[in-house]
């Protein structure tokens, strides 16, 4: 039946970052629904069903001369692709005390245990990004808190919030998949204090929140830190994540012109995650 056929397609690119991660997006909004990152680029698996001889023509990268992209196809059946995916699939631990880990994985004894459904790469703690963002939340007090999570992808990071004592958590996500995906996993974890919402900054309004969290990327959070500085309350704080050391003084000047200022920032394989005060 074709709906237990996968098309994988191996992908092998240069500079693996961040094609890897550039190719993951837009292969996501043709239709691919899972992701392995390899050392020498990503293999990318749609349902034969949802197939067809053109699914790259909406690619954009692939176009890219700065970049070398090959790859090559083949179908599979379901059975190997959970295989393939389960076993590269490892445990993230973040400071000893977070495991982000798949239903598939064995529970181990661990303050924040945290069941994330892997179906795309984003939001499983793998990514740079993510590990540093969880790492933040595991260093604030959360405690009594209100949350907002934005950008949430799969809901990791409002999952952790909750786990550490926030009060009441709003995770939006611009993308049906990530809000459906954040749905199913804030379920998973037995939460029931987070409200997942789809849309973006215009969701806001006149809502007030003691912690802002946005994990995006640059030109984003730039045009969207405004909407967010509306919505801290005084003495609040904003983590954001998802751009490149070099784009720090960037954002850090967007803050510093609304009265925020940086307490500290964490730097992993050139990208950052900074942390401002109100
Ligand atoms: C880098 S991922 C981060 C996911 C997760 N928060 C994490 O830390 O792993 C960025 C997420 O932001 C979402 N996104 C992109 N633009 C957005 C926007 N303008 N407003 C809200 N979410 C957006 C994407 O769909 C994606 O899920």
Redesign the pocket.
């Known amino acids: 039946m074709a709906e237990n056929i996968y098309m994988e397609y191996q992908f092998i690119v240069e500079p693996v970052q961040p094609v890897s991660d550039i190719l993951i997006a837009e292969l996501g909004e043709v239709g691919f629904e899972s992701f392995v990152e390899e050392e020498t680029g990503v293999l990318a698996y749609i349902q034969k069903g949802d197939w067809h001889e053109d699914i790259l023509e909406g690619v954009s990268i692939l176009e890219n001369t700065d970049f070398k992209i090959s790859y090559e196809a083949k179908e599979i059946e379901q059975e190997n692709w959970n295989a393939t995916w389960e076993q590269n699939f490892q445990p993230i631990l973040v400071n000893d005390v977070c495991m982000v880990r798949a239903p598939f994985h064995e529970k181990k004894e661990i303050e924040y245990d945290i069941i994330i459904e892997p179906k795309m790469s984003?939001?499983t703690g793998h990514?740079e990004?993510?590990h540093m963002?969880l790492q933040h939340i595991l260093h604030l007090d959360l405690e009594g808190k209100t949350v907002l999570?934005?950008?949430?992808?799969?809901g990791?990071?409002a999952i952790l919030a909750s786990k550490r004592g926030a009060k009441k958590i709003d995770a939006?996500?611009?993308?049906n998949w990530?809000y459906l995906n954040s749905l199913e996993n804030v379920e998973r974890n037995g939460i029931h204090n987070i409200s997942v919402l789809e849309?973006?900054?215009s969701l806001l309004d006149g809502n007030k929140y003691d912690i802002i969290?946005a994990?995006?990327?640059r030109n984003?959070l730039l045009k969207?830190i405004p909407k967010y500085k509306h919505s801290l309350s005084e003495g609040g704080v904003l983590l954001v994540?998802?751009f490149y050391r070099k784009d720090l003084p960037l954002i850090s000047e967007k803050c510093h012109e609304l009265g925020l200022r940086i307490e500290k920032n964490i730097e992993k394989n050139n990208w950052v995650a900074a942390k401002y005060v109100f």
């Open positions: 984003f939001g990514h990004t993510t963002m999570d934005m950008g949430c992808g799969t990791v990071l939006i996500d611009i993308d990530c849309g973006d900054a969290i994990n995006i990327n984003i969207d994540s998802g």
